[in-house]
């Protein structure tokens, strides 16, 4: 049992690129979300997803895209990086409907730099 | 909207002491969850403890304990006989429980440094 994944760990950009931040967990997990993590700003949600096919917005999701086609899988599209998405991302996921589980699991996040 | 206050950037404590990191919060719901999280160096985030916001009674993971204090909107944690190894940034965050809504609101965190 993984847990919740990220890859990759560590990821250099040029503006102008794009690409996609993998996320997957193995509990069987309704619940998933994207956060960045800036100096002094906390956690904060980018996109998150109920169930597969379903993704909604967070507080900050422009400049980002998700996808949800399986349970297992919640990639985070980034379409044309930019310095200020220069972050530490993290993916998490929780049980869901279940109220007295009701706990986020974090992956280890990915540092993403953007030049 | 909801929001997530933790008013204390950095605390420090002596080994073996007692300390309270603060947070607030601003809802107009009645039931909602709030959380502490930990992140050490390695900026993994561990959960350190729940609170379910219609049980009264605080709740207590060993060395760590909260005071709910819901009509105030106080969501403080207690950390006991600290040791070296709860140094770490500290997160408060809030999750209303409404089953349409999945949204986990965070606080700025508050740096502990724990000193020999």
């Known amino acids: 049992n993984a847990g919740v994944t990220q890859t990759p760990k560590f990821q250099v950009l040029k503006t102008g690129q794009s690409m996609t931040l993998q996320c997957a967990q193995d509990m069987n997990h309704e619940y998933m979300s994207w956060y960045r993590q800036d100096p002094g700003m906390g956690l904060r949600l980018i996109h998150y997803?109920?169930?597969?096919?379903?993704?909604d917005q967070g507080e900050v999701p422009n400049g980002y895209n998700v996808s949800r086609s399986t349970t297992e899988d919640f990639p985070l599209r980034l379409l044309s990086a930019a310095p200020s998405q220069t972050s530490v991302y993290f993916c998490?996921?929780?049980?869901?409907?279940?109220?007295?589980?009701?706990?986020?699991?974090f992956g280890p996040g990915t540092r993403l730099l953007v030049l | 909207a909801q929001t997530v206050t933790q008013s204390q950037p950095e605390m420090s404590v002596q080994e073996a002491e007692t300390v309270t990191l603060s947070c607030t919060y601003d809802t107009s719901e009645s039931d909602y969850y709030l959380f502490w999280y930990k992140q050490p160096p390695s900026r993994q985030m561990i959960l350190v403890i729940r609170?379910?916001?219609?049980?009264?009674q605080n709740a207590t993971e060993n060395r760590f304990s909260v005071n709910f204090q819901k009509a105030a909107k106080s969501f403080s944690l207690k950390i006991s006989d600290s040791q070296l190894g709860d140094a770490a940034m500290y997160f408060c965050?809030?999750?209303?429980?409404?089953?349409?809504?999945?949204?986990?609101?965070f606080g700025t965190g508050t740096r502990l440094k724990v000193l020999a």
């Open positions: 997803s109920v169930g597969a096919g379903i993704t």
């Open positions: 965050a809030y999750r209303s429980a409404d089953s349409g809504t999945y949204k986990y609101i």
């Open positions: 998490a996921s929780s049980p869901g409907r279940t109220r007295t589980r009701e706990t986020q699991y």
């Open positions: 609170q379910e916001a219609y049980k009264q």
